[in-house]
Structures are given as structure tokens and as C-alpha cells.
């Protein structure tokens, strides 16, 4: 199923980097973001997150860590559009439709996976799911989730397809071993 | 001349317009094609169809199931009769919340109620977020498809267009256009002190406001500002979250030609959570659905989803575009639908004949409506003087310019053998289908 997820997470212009099995996925998104010369970063609240957030600090500004204190929407929203990159975790991944399950939590789980240009997603522990049908036969009905399939897009000009319109123009998955 | 026989005539010598609209509908109709073919397409559109028809048959009991969980969130309900009374409701909720400036994500049903004139009347200022809506509302223009409002428009007539009114340097290069759109938008989003969209479905057990979108404008709208307005008909409203399965899947792939797609926001009010707004309302809007729930005959267009499918692949929407219709619901369903809501039935009499009949559109459509036998209701309903002066207009104009034909393909090519028995000024009879006019032709 994971397999199938990451195809089809592909073929939606996403990206997918396998993490390693009992590997330190701070340090794996530490070396990406270096690589990719990322300074500054906002961080979701996940229960991986903390984690993450240990091996970040020092090396990257953390402009806000989401899973350590709450913040004002106004901060919030400030804080999430000048970071390079939003990191979160995701509550699913459903593997036909390769979509991302992400809820608000009052985490700014919209904010990070909204405003940020890249957007990083720690998903190797996450469950996978078939269908967004058996997804569905047990969603949260108490909260707000978004299945995210790719980044975002338009084709609005003569149906030309534009990655980042809105959200994100790329987003990496760390997903599981396939 | 009729109005609508001159839009007509205007988009037929238009040939850049034809040659965008064309193009532009026969890339979706591929790709659609494409994904549907995964599908066992036949019993996907069943199951749709029978979760839209209970929408529409416990339509009461589904809407008072909804306000129950979704006021148990923490959500404020609305309920307004016409078009209007709609516009006056979101205009008194920013007012009050003293929120003047916003942004708007794409929706049909606040075209159809008028709320961008409404709002800025009343001095709120709303920018369009969606890219297609915010190139429209620049060039001053309306939407000419319901899911591709710019379909109309070339990417050089865009890049004036930026140029021009953004005080920027010519591009024609739809990435760099999207990234100056982007940007000039991102700022308005930060500063919004509210969103407004529409919304594709309402799911009653769990009171989810279900958005459907590709840029992320809908989820920055529904969870930046403070005050978040939802605006969508009655009809929308489905029993559980499982509902959805089959309806996603089908949009995704007749709308834009996608196995999903980009962002499916089921919204719950949470007003207590920082990323999501202090007041999130719904405006549930009846302008003439309830009335159309009750005709047997019509009933049935309310079961629409409004992926546009049926626009992309009629042999006369490819030859007009959307603007020629001179309602906000273009093509097929607009032919319709345009004339079932508003104070009155019947207020586009002469849509119905802009048509061949042909059968595309209900082979196409995810929840199996039978658009041309409504076309033809349609066309009984119509005051006689429209029938001659439309059948004339429509048929005449739009199917007698071969080189539009040989544009259209092979649907249209066929249409234009039919329109060769045709003289032009002559009438079609109302109960006529396309099929038979081609067969009468052929005989001759
Ligand atoms: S009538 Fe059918 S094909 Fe046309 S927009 Fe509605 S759902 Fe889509």
C-alpha cells in the first residue's frame, strides 16, 4: 500500500524521500534542509515533532514550534509566512488517491501546510489507509482535515499547470522504507 | 436581435475566442476521459447519483440535522429565501464584525446571487483569490465556465491585463503570472479580516463545510482571517462523511481531470483553535431550489455537482464559450439551471435551444442527469415567440459557420451535416432530438 501511496503521491508533482528504518528523521530533514540552503522553519505539533525539533535547534531559526506553545492567530499567520519551510507530521496517507491527511488541532496544522513556499512531512510512522472511502469510515467528526494531494496548483491559464498557486510549491513526504 | 442571439453572433466572429474555448475544452475532456476510465464509471455515478437524490429527498431533514452539529461546533447557520436576502445576510455579519476588507475564494453560487456587486455597494472591499477569478475581476469581466473562469482568455490578453493594471513589465508566461498573482494576493491574505467561499458539499452527522480546491486559497481563507462566510445552496447537503467517497472521486476527475484533487478541506467551527476562525458562518441559500425540488420535472438539476463536464464536451458551449449564454451558469446545466432559480422560472427561455441535443452532456455527467430530456422540457415551457426567434438564433448562428465546425471536431462536423438541411432562419421543432434532425438530414 505504501508502495501504491508513493506512486501516486508522485504522479501528483510530490516528492518522497525514504526514511530510514530506525534512522534519526531530525538529522534526515537536518541534511535536507542544509542541502537546500532552508534557514528558518516553522514546526507543527506532532507527536514525532519533538524529536525533530531537538535536532533542528541550533542549526535552523525555529521561528515558532507549534507542539510547544500556542500562539495567537495573529502571530501564527505572521510567523508561518515568513518561515522557508513548514515541518509536520500527518494524521494518514491514503494510498490510491496519494493524499496526505492533515487536521487542525489548534496546532496550526492549515498555517504550516498553507503559507510556507516548501512544506516538510514527517509520515513514516503514519498509518496508511486503502481508500479515502475507509478513511472516511473512521474520520475524526470533531475536527477539520484536509486531504492534501501534492502541492498546490492551478491551470487556470490556458489550462497550463502551474505548481504553487496558493500553498506550497513542493512538497516532501518522509515516508516509509518501500 | 435578441441579446442572446448577439452574443452569439459576437463570440462566432470572435475566432481567437473559439480557438481558446476549443482547445481548452477538448484538454479537459481528454484528460478527463483518461482517469474515468479507472473508474467502473457506470456504478460509481449510480452510487453518486443515489447519495445526491436523498439530498434532495430528505433535504429538510438532512439541512436540520446539519444545523444541529454544525451549531453544536460552534458554527452560526443562516438561511436566506432569495438572492438578496442572501447578500443582505454576509453583508450584516462583515458590517457587524466590522471586517471590511476580505478575500473570496471561487464559488457559482455567489455569482449567482450577485455578492461581489453587493459587497462592494456596500463598501467592502473582497478581492477575488482564485487565480481564473482574479484575472475576471481585474478585466471587470464574469466567469465563462463554472470550474475555468478565464477559459476565455489567452495568455497574451492576460499578460496585458497584469500589465496594465499591476503597473508591471509584459509577460505571457502563465508561471510567472501565477507567482505575480501569488504574490500580490499573499498580502492581501495576511491582512483579510475575513474569507468568504462557497462550498461543495455539507455533511449533516458531523456539521463539515466539505471545500473543494487546487490553489490553497479556499483552506488560507477558511483559516487566516477571523471571520470565515460559507455560501452554498440547500441542495448540498449529504448524510455521513462516507458520502463523500464517491462524489470526490468523480469530481476530481470530471472537473480538472484529476485522480484527486489538490485540497479536500472538510471545515468543522473550532473557534477556540488559532487556525481556525473566531466566527465561522454558513449561508444556506434557496433562491428558487425548494420550488424546484417540488417539480417533478426538474428536480433532478439540483443532483448536479458543478464538475463542469458538460460544458467541456457540448458541440455548442466549444463553439460560443460561456459569456454567449448571458447568464452565470453556462452550457448545458446552465441551460437549465438558469432557468429554475431566481424569483422566476423561466427567466433564460432561450438557453434551451442553444443545444443540438446531441447527448454528450448526460454521458458525461457523474450523476447521471438527463439534461437533454430536461433541454426539450424546457423548450415546451418556453413562450412561443422565443421558440422561433432562438431556434433561429441558436441554430442558425452557432452550427452555420463551417469553419467553427471544422474547429469543433468531429461531434460538430456531424452537427454541421444536420445544420446543411437546415436553411438558416428556419425553426427546429421543439421535440426534435439531434439525433433525428441527422437522420432527416441524411435522408435528403
Ligand atoms: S450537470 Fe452533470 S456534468 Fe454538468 S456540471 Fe452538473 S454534474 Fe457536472
Known amino acids: 500500500m505504501t508502495g501504491l501511496f508513493r506512486q501516486r503521491w508522485l504522479e501528483s508533482a510530490g516528492e518522497y524521500v525514504e526514511a ?49 506553545a500556542g500562539y495567537e492567530r495573529e502571530t501564527a499567520k505572521l510567523l508561518c509566512s515568513r518561515a522557508e519551510a513548514g515541518i509536520s507530521g500527518v494524521d494518514a496517507l491514503i494510498s490510491e488517491t496519494g493524499a496526505l491527511v492533515v487536521s487542525s488541532t489548534g496546532r496550526a496544522g492549515f498555517m504550516i501546510s498553507s503559507l510556507p513556499p516548501l512544506h516538510l512531512v514527517v509520515a513514516h510512522e503514519a498509518p496508511v489507509f486503502r481508500s479515502q472511502e475507509d478513511f472516511l469510515a473512521v474520520a475524526p467528526t470533531d475536527l477539520s482535515f484536509s486531504f492534501i494531494t501534492g ?19 513542493r512538497v516532501v513526504v518522509w515516508g516509509p522504507e518501500i | 436581435m435578441s441579446l442572446v442571439r448577439r452574443n452569439i453572433k459576437r463570440a462566432l466572429d470572435d475566432r481567437k475566442l473559439g480557438r481558446a474555448v476549443l482547445n481548452s475544452c477538448l484538454l479537459s475532456t481528454e484528460k478527463r476521459d483518461r482517469l474515468i476510465s479507472e ?10 447519483r443515489l447519495i445526491r437524490q436523498r439530498s434532495l429527498d430528505e433535504n429538510r431533514p438532512l439541512l436540520e440535522r446539519f444545523k444541529e452539529s454544525f451549531e453544536k461546533a460552534g458554527g452560526r447557520l443562516h438561511y436566506a429565501l432569495t438572492a438578496e436576502a442572501a447578500c443582505r445576510i454576509v453583508v450584516d455579519i462583515l458590517l457587524k464584525a466590522g471586517a471590511l476588507q476580505g478575500v473570496k475564494a471561487k464559488s457559482m453560487v455567489t455569482e449567482e446571487i450577485g455578492l461581489g456587486q453587493a459587497l462592494h455597494r456596500a463598501g467592502i472591499d473582497a478581492v477575488e483569490s ?9 478585466a471587470g469581466e464574469r466567469p465563462s465556465h463554472i470550474t475555468a473562469p478565464a477559459l476565455h482568455r489567452s495568455k497574451e490578453s492576460i499578460g496585458r491585463l497584469f500589465a496594465d493594471r499591476l503597473k508591471i513589465p509584459y509577460t505571457d508566461d502563465p508561471q510567472q503570472l501565477t507567482e505575480i498573482a501569488r504574490s500580490v494576493l499573499r498580502r492581501r491574505y495576511i491582512d483579510a479580516e475575513f474569507g468568504v467561499s462557497g462550498a461543495n458539499f455539507l455533511v449533516a452527522e458531523t456539521g463539515h463545510v466539505v471545500v473543494v480546491e487546487n490553489e490553497g486559497n479556499g483552506r488560507l481563507g477558511a483559516s487566516l482571517p477571523r471571520i470565515f462566510v460559507a455560501v452554498t445552496g440547500i441542495e448540498k447537503v449529504v448524510g455521513g462523511l462516507s458520502d463523500l467517497a464517491p462524489l470526490l472521486a468523480l469530481l476530481a476527475r470530471s472537473a480538472t481531470g484529476q485522480r484527486a484533487t489538490a485540497y479536500v478541506n472538510a471545515l468543522l467551527p473550532a ?54 449564454y448571458g447568464s452565470v451558469y453556462p452550457g448545458p446545466m446552465g441551460a437549465v439551471l438558469s432557468n429554475l432559480l ?91 432530438s439531434f439525433r433525428g434532425l441527422s437522420r432527416e438530414a441524411s435522408d435528403k
Open chain 2, 271 to 324: 473557534p477556540d483553535v488559532s487556525d481556525a476562525p473566531d466566527e465561522f458562518h454558513l449561508v444556506l441559500v434557496d433562491n428558487g431550489r425548494r420550488r424546484t425540488m417540488a417539480d417533478p420535472d426538474f428536480a433532478e438539476m439540483l443532483l448536479c455537482i458543478r464538475c463542469g463536464a458538460c460544458l467541456n464536451v457540448c458541440p455548442v458551449y466549444r463553439s460560443v464559450g460561456g459569456h454567449a
Open chain 1, 20 to 68: 530510514a528504518p530506525e534512522g534519526d528523521v531530525g538529522r534526515e530533514l537536518l541534511a535536507f534542509l542544509q542541502a537546500e540552503g532552508i534557514k528558518s522553519v516553522v514546526i507543527g505539533g506532532s507527536p514525532l515533532m519533538p524529536i525533530v525539533g531537538e535536532r533542528l535547534a541550533g542549526e535552523v531559526e525555529i521561528l515558532a514550534d507549534f507542539g510547544r
Open chain 1, 151 to 169: 502541492p498546490s496548483r492551478t491551470a487556470d491559464i490556458e489550462k497550463r499547470l502551474v505548481l504553487g498557486a496558493h500553498g506550497p510549491k
Open chain 2, 130 to 138: 482564485d487565480l481564473g477569478e482574479y484575472i475576471i475581476q481585474l
Open chain 2, 342 to 432: 431566481g424569483p422566476r422560472m423561466m427567466m433564460h427561455h432561450e438557453l434551451p435551444f442553444l443545444s443540438t441535443l446531441c447527448g454528450a452532456c448526460k454521458e458525461v455527467c457523474p450523476v447521471d442527469m438527463d439534461l437533454p430530456g430536461m433541454l426539450l422540457k424546457l423548450r415546451e415551457r418556453a413562450p412561443k415567440p422565443a421558440i422561433d426567434r432562438v431556434a433561429a438564433a441558436g441554430w442558425g448562428w452557432a452550427m452555420a459557420t463551417p469553419a467553427r465546425m471544422e474547429l469543433a471536431g468531429r461531434t460538430v462536423r456531424t452537427i454541421g451535416r444536420a445544420i446543411g438541411a437546415m436553411p438558416a432562419g428556419s425553426t427546429v421543432k421543439t421535440g426534435m
Open chain 2, 39 to 48: 473508474l467502473d464509471f457506470q456504478s460509481t455515478r449510480a452510487a453518486a
